[in-house]
């Protein structure tokens, strides 16, 4: 009984030691501000906005779901077909914070994987209600 006891706390202990949040660097994030102003004005380097989440969509985006979910991979591939990689393409959920947030890492992996090399995660400290709706940048 003590054996068990004791492989349960490693077993946790490893769990919580190997999940680290992303660290996501300052020139993979995209701003708020940048994205609400290049959909308002229509740049021309307006990027591909990608939801991965199950949250309001921001205006413009594809909704692609959840990373986790099996069809997601299948939907991104298709929808950037004839895209070229030069595209910029921003990628956000907005459940939660953007650095915990299980959709975020793996869709701009895949993203990275396909050779999108332009690719940003929306900053969203705290959400997209927060962080995006609540100053009222467009949302479809």
Not at 25 to 38: P, R, V
Not at 53 to 76: L, Y
Not at 102 to 119: E, H, Q, R, V, W
């Amino acid at each position: 009984m003590k054996f068990i006891s004791i492989l349960i706390v490693a077993c946790i202990g490893f769990s919580f030691s190997s999940f680290q949040a992303p660290t996501w660097k300052k020139e993979q994030l995209m701003s708020t501000k940048d994205l609400a102003d290049k959909i308002k004005t229509n740049a021309k380097d307006k990027p591909l906005i990608f939801n991965v989440g199950p949250m309001e969509n921001i205006k413009g985006a594809v909704a692609v779901g959840a990373a986790t979910n099996i069809t997601f991979s299948n939907r991104m591939e298709s929808v950037l077909a004839m895209e070229s990689k030069a595209k910029p393409v921003v990628v956000y959920c907005g459940c939660c914070s953007y650095a915990s947030c299980p959709n975020i890492k793996p869709a701009y992996d895949k993203l990275m994987s396909l050779g999108f090399k332009n690719t940003k995660v929306l900053e969203l400290p705290e959400g997209i209600k927060p962080d995006w709706v609540a100053k009222g940048y467009p949302v479809e």
